[in-house]
């Protein structure tokens, strides 16, 4: 009997989970969009997770899927922009991942990344830094990090540095530095914070969702849960 009983409670724990968290997103003190985070785990592993994207009178101006059971860091993943009707975002072909971006007319660009792909760097797309960052908080809190972060919309990446800022009992706050002259010239850095648990607590950069114009964008977004 409790062989029984031990054998249905690990299914029960090893059994997905979906839990929800929330995102604001201000420009100049101004809420400029909200985020709703559903993300399925199944123990440790994150699976799946759906993000979707409000103005702050509720309409929903963009979704991002991603599916997470063949890479964490390089996630197969689609954003659909709902403002131009434009989708993006990283597919696995086999063992290759390819990036691919797609207009409202359909004429879909691919970037195939193969072996070798951004110099050999720790490839990041979608949200696979932040599942990557939260179950290595303590070897990213000591060692500065070389990630490629992919930009499925251009076809192409840019690299950053993961660099430990400040580090407490309470907060670990990390710095994304570009490694690249262009790039600093509108996004001298990123700022992200976690608690030590791994949640995302607060971000503070350029945002992965363009404004109504298809202008970079650079917010701070505070975390609920």
Sequence with gaps: MAFLLSLILSQVLAAPVTSLYLGKATRNNEVVYTEKHEVTEEGDQVLTALTTYQRPDGEVIATLRSDFTKSVTNAEHEMHDRRTDRRYGVRWEGDTPVMWDRPKDGKER??????????????????????????????????????????????????????????????LHFKMKAQSAFLRLFAPSLDIWYSPDGRLQRYKGLSNLPDDKGDNQIVEIEYSY
């Design 110 to 171: 691919v970037e195939r990344m193969g072996k070798g792909y951004a110099k050999g760097k720790l490839l990041i797309g979608g949200q696979g830094l932040h599942y990557h960052m939260r179950s290595r908080l303590a070897e990213f809190s000591k060692n500065e990090v070389a990630v490629a972060l992919l930009i499925p919309g251009k076809l192409d990446w840019y690299s950053f540095l993961v660099i430990p800022h400040e580090v407490t009992p309470q907060r």
